[in-house]
């Protein structure tokens, strides 16, 4: 491990460093705390870590070990797993001075199948996906949502309060997982239903970026219309924030919870078909490019 730890001020791993976390890291180091990074791929941590004078850890455990709060900001259910199990995995660095928090988009038997591992070492352990962009994330106004018991909750709150502008705590390990499910149901049929308006106005004779501006300040303005406009007006020069291979995973976790719990998600299913679809030669593009690739079709319904 690189550099020395910034005196008496809090220490914190972050680990996954991605685009949002490694706002998440940002944040954090700007408010002061020491800030300890992982990643699979070690060059982005290295390259941020410089940007923002934090430690980088060879490896979970490593990363972990001394810490107050654990932040974990992974892709899928599996990276979860591989994060936390075997010699080197953030388990064998755990011990009672840390919470371990998961901010990853899961489902919420992932985080409450790991508990009995975490509290075997003596940690703490939460579930806490975030709502909002990585704009949100660096600025600390996340919308945090908080699974776990109350006295881990309240352990790791001086950071979460640092990364979020609402930090809710929703009930028992695993109610942060189902509501951040929960809300981007929300977020995806919000993204089909803009991109299906913005093409109706568009082949109709309107500006495109006109149009956008008019649902932006309608009832159906929402922060996720107002931070996504530029991916929508100018797809081509936008950089891809959430794409739509994240939009297909967590679509499938949303579906694979829904059956669980016996819920008919009609929306949800034809959002899935379409995310597919639009994602079939490029998943690495926004989910803005929804807009686009209805653009292309021959009706605003997608017929080939």
Not at 152 to 180: F, N, S, Y
């Amino acid at each position: 491990m690189s550099g020395a730890a910034r005196g008496d001020a809090t220490t914190v791993a972050v680990l996954g460093i991605g685009r949002m976390g490694g706002a998440l890291a940002g944040r954090l180091a700007a408010c002061g705390l020491d800030v300890v990074l992982y990643n699979r791929s070690p060059e982005p941590a290295r390259a941020l870590a410089a940007s923002i004078g934090a430690r980088v850890a060879a490896t979970p455990a490593e990363a972990v070990a001394g810490s107050a709060v654990a932040i974990s900001m992974v892709s899928d259910d599996a990276a979860v797993h591989d994060l936390f199990e075997g010699p080197t995995g953030a388990l064998a660095g755990l011990d009672s001075r840390t919470v371990a928090v998961d901010m990853s988009t899961v489902l919420p038997g992932t985080i409450q199948g790991l508990e009995a591992a975490v509290r075997a070492t003596g940690a703490g352990i939460l579930d806490a996906p975030v709502s909002g962009s990585v704009a949100f994330a660096a600025a600390g106004g996340l919308t945090i949502m908080v699974g776990g018991s109350p006295a881990d909750v309240e352990r790791a709150r001086p950071v979460l309060d640092k990364l979020g502008q609402r930090v809710i705590h929703l009930g028992p390990l695993g109610a942060g997982a189902t509501m951040k499910l929960a809300v981007n149901t929300v977020i995806y049929g919000l993204n089909q239903s803009l991109s299906e308006a913005l093409v109706l106005a568009e082949r109709a004779g309107l500006d495109r970026a006109t149009a956008y501006d008019v649902i932006r300040s309608s009832a159906a303005g929402a922060p996720f219309v107002e931070y996504k406009r530029a991916a929508f007006i100018e797809p081509d020069s936008t950089p891809t924030a959430f794409a739509l291979a994240l939009a297909e995973k967590d679509l499938g976790l949303i579906l694979e919870l829904a059956a669980a719990v016996g819920t008919e998600m009609p929306q949800a299913k034809t959002n899935l078909e379409l995310v597919r679809r639009a994602g079939s030669g490029d998943p690495g593009r926004d989910i803005a490019s929804i807009a686009a690739y209805l653009r292309d079709s021959r009706s605003v319904g997608g017929s080939e």
